[in-house]
């Protein structure tokens, strides 16, 4: 069993800054990959950012420089910074143990996130 739980979504002003934290409990590998995708209002999911064990990261181009990716244990972090109103969406993380591709894995309910004055 395989349980993912996001945390950390707001209200933040445009240029501001927010942190969200996923919890992955239940991987017995020790090798994996976890990501957070979005869902703005009305649009479809589409991918953020991943992380795997072994160090490597990848972002999408619109948050690429903004938001960075990190994994401390069984938490993955998604540092966000100079937020736009554009990435207000609800934001989910997924893990992938070994075995699982980016996105086929497990996934958390989400958390708002929402960028506005």
């Known amino acids: 069993q395989v349980q993912v739980v996001e945390s950390g979504g707001g209200l933040v002003q445009p240029g501001g800054s927010l942190r969200l934290s996923c919890v992955a409990s239940?991987?017995?590998?020790?090798?994996?990959?976890a990501g957070w995708y979005r869902q703005p209002p009305g649009k479809q999911r589409e991918f953020v950012a991943s992380i795997v064990t072994v160090g490597g990261v990848n972002y999408a181009d619109d948050v690429n420089g903004r938001f960075t990716i990190s994994l401390n244990g069984a938490t993955v972090y998604l540092q966000m910074t100079t937020l736009k109103a554009e990435d207000t969406a609800v934001y989910y993380c997924?893990?992938?143990?070994?075995?699982?591709?980016?996105?086929?894995?497990?996934w958390g309910k989400g958390t708002q996130v929402t960028v506005s004055s």
């Open positions: 997924t893990s992938a143990p070994l075995g699982y591709r980016l996105g086929s894995g497990f």
């Open positions: 239940g991987v017995t590998s020790r090798l994996y990959a």
